[in-house]
Each structure stands twice: as structure tokens, then as C-alpha cells.
């Protein structure tokens, strides 16, 4: 029952939300309410799977968290006047297509093949090490999966990263030239096809969700550019936003059977587990506890951290995987990002840094509404959205406070300015 109050609480504040915001739904916190909405409706759908019963004080951190990130996008619009609709079209009368030469189209396209294969490999020679002795290579995700090793040297880490930047870079030539001046360049749809040899041969499904996400949110920028950011028009991005989910559910099976998981359990009970268990380890967080951290902020500056301990820094190692909680289907070491703020800074801490994430989501989007609509802007803006599209999920904050997103602001600027 307490399950159904949380479900009808979270449709009343993405109701209020969608107004009080000038029923836009590109918002940060109307998009974490959405993803707790998801959250939810899966665990209700799944509960003989997990015979849990969640408390109201879990519903009520939920509930004020959405709607501080709400009060950070209220409060960051103050900062700004009114957009001017007829100064966006002005801007846009001016603009320029993107027209990356073909051959640099090519170099691009072969760099993310080779890099694909180098990494698929680098990854099938592990796993015959960890015991993939039949030599599978559909199957060898599971046993590097298993290890929990596995680990990209220098070289693989900088060319899937910046193959990665390659793709945001093509998808944002493809919506720009689509939204600005209306031409559809196809041709750079090639690199980012090519991007999927990559993404078959991590173990990491979450890595695709980003990839999703970032692309999403480019595509959601130019979406609203191409209507002058008016309020409504709204149709493209839900449609987006559906052929995004599913394509997500489609890889996310696909590539659960090269890890295991897609065979050990029944779709439903798969997407139960990964899309909905985080709310029954919230819940048993905040009714249970965990030992005190050792570190300041230990869950979200835990790359951070890492990177002080290899430069030289006495930096105590903390646990490096989540604890198992027990439910009825089994086990997860999976928690919404809320456990992570409030171990680190206590529940008043987690409702100011979910105003935070509002406030500066906005505000990053109200320059983008000015016509700020530059390569780099715009990626960081998909980078930022990452962690509260997944705030009900996981906690991906950290990966995004890391030496990662600094490389990927330098390739980003280096491709902008020779591309």
C-alpha cells in the first residue's frame, strides 16, 4: 500500500512540476521525477518479485529531494530575465551549416572501428585468462564481469574516450544542421553506427545508458531550438524518449546474455532488478544504516580520491563495491544516488546538493536559451543531466566528478576547433 502512496505523490508533483516549469520537459527535476516514476511503477509491476515493503520516511526523502531539485531550477530562472523568442530566431537566421569534409568524416569513421576492434580484443585476451577457455567471444563479457580485474590501459582508455567524444561531436553536427538550417547530413550518422563495436565489447551496460543519455540530451537541446524554446511542442521529445527507452531494454537484454545476467533470470525479473531494486536498497539504507565513512564525502568524490591516492596522497582505501541487501528474488548491491548524498552529508545535505544539481542544470540550460548552443556547451549539458536522469537508478555522480570528464572537456575543445 505505502508503494501506491509513493506512485500517487510522484504523478502530483510531476503534475506541479510540469506547470509550475511552463509545461517544458526538458527540467531537471521533471525528468528525475519521470525516472522515479519508472522507478516505481516497475516495483509495484514486480512486487511478487520483491515482496518488500518500503517505509514512509524512504517516500518522504524521495518526494522533498525531487522538489529541491525543483526550488535549484525555480531559483536559477530568477538569475535570468524573460528569453526573448524573436532574439533566438534572429540568432538563428545567422547561422552557418557544419560541414565537416568527407575525408575527415572517413578518418573518423576508421578511428572508431579501430579503436573498436582493439578494445574488443584487448578485452577477449583477459578473458581467456579469468577462464573463458572454450574461447567464446559472445560469452567472454561474463567472465570479465566475474573478475571484477579487468581494467583499460592508457592507450584503450584515451581512444574509447575520445571515440566517444567523436560520437557527440557527430550527433550534434547531424541535430545542428537539422534544427538550424534545416539540411539532414546522414553522413554523419556513420561514426556513430560504427560506435557499436565498443559497446559490445564492455561488460558495462550502465557505459551505454550514458552514451544514451548525452545523445538524447543533444537531441533534446536542438529539438527545442528548432521551436524557439516555447513552451509545449513536446511530441518529438517524448517519442525520442521512448525509441531511447526501448532501444535501451533491447541492448540492455542483448547484452545481459553475454554477461549472464539475460540468462540466469527472466526478462521481467531483469529489468525488475536493475530498474527497481535501488528503491528497496534505499529503504533498507535509511532504516538499517551503514558503518559512518572515513572520508569526507567518500561515495561522491570517491574517483577524486582515487586520483589523490595515485599521485602520492595517504589516502585510506574505502570499499570499492556497494554492500548486498537481501529481498525476497534474491540480492543487489544496487541504491538510488540519494543513499550516496545522504551517507556523505546527511539527508539536509542531500536536499541541498539535489538544489544544486537543479540550480546549476538550469542555469547551464537558460545560456544555452540565449543562444549559447556551441559544441561544448551543449555536451557538457548532457554530461551534467547523466547523473539526475539516473538519480533513481544508481549514483553515477562520481563518475562524472573525475579525470574522465576533464579529458573529455579537452577533446571536446580540441575537436571544435579543428573539426
Known sequence: ???????????????????????????????????????????????NYFVYDIHYKTIIIIILSIFFILLGELYSNILFSKV?????????????????????????????IVSGIIYFRDVYRFSLKVGNIPGNYFMMA??????????????????????????????????????????????????????????????????FLRTIIIVCIIFFVFEKVRTDWKPGNNKKIIMTSIIALLIFLFIFRLLGYRTGTSIRNPLRENLAEYLSASIVGLDTYLIQGEPRNILFGQEIFKRIYSILRQW??????????????????????????????????????EMFCMFLW???????????????????????????????????????????????????????WILKIFL
Open 312 to 349: 602520492g596522497f595517504n589516502i585510506p582505501e574505502i570499499q570499492k563495491f556497494e554492500s548486498f541487501y537481501k529481498y525476497a528474488g534474491g540480492t543487489s548491491n544496487i541504491y538510488t544516488a540519494l543513499k550516496a548524498y545522504i551517507k556523505d552529508f546527511t539527508v539536509f545535505g
Open 84 to 112: 526573448s523568442y524573436s532574439y533566438i530566431s534572429s540568432i538563428k537566421s545567422t547561422a552557418k551549416q557544419i560541414n565537416i569534409p568527407n575525408i575527415w568524416i572517413f578518418i573518423i569513421l576508421i578511428f572508431i
Open 142 to 207: 561474463m567472465f570479465v564481469r566475474q573478475s571484477h580485474e579487468y581494467e583499460k590501459n592508457i592507450v584503450i582508455s584515451q581512444m574509447t574516450l575520445l571515440s566517444e567524444c567523436l560520437v557527440y561531436l557527430m550527433i550534434y553536427c547531424f541535430c545542428y544542421n537539422s534544427a538550424i538550417v534545416k539540411v539532414k547530413s546522414w553522413k554523419y550518422l556513420l561514426p556513430v553506427a560504427a560506435y557499436s563495436i565498443q559497446v559490445f565489447a564492455s561488460d558495462n551496460r550502465t557505459d
Open 1 to 47: 500500500m505505502v508503494d501506491i502512496v509513493l506512485l500517487f505523490l510522484l504523478v502530483l508533483e510531476w503534475i506541479t512540476i510540469y506547470i509550475l516549469n511552463g509545461r517544458t520537459l526538458f527540467s531537471p527535476s521533471l525528468i528525475s521525477c519521470s525516472m522515479f516514476l519508472l522507478t516505481t511503477t516497475v516495483f509495484i509491476l514486480s512486487n
Open 358 to 412: 537543479g540550480l546549476v542544470i538550469n542555469y547551464s540550460i537558460n545560456r544555452v536559451k540565449r543562444g549559447s548552443y556551441s559544441f561544448i556547451r551543449v555536451s557538457m549539458l548532457g554530461i551534467m543531466f547523466y547523473p539526475i536522469i539516473m538519480v533513481s537508478i544508481e549514483d553515477v555522480t562520481a563518475t562524472v566528478l573525475s579525470m574522465s570528464t576533464l579529458y573529455m572537456m579537452f577533446y571536446f
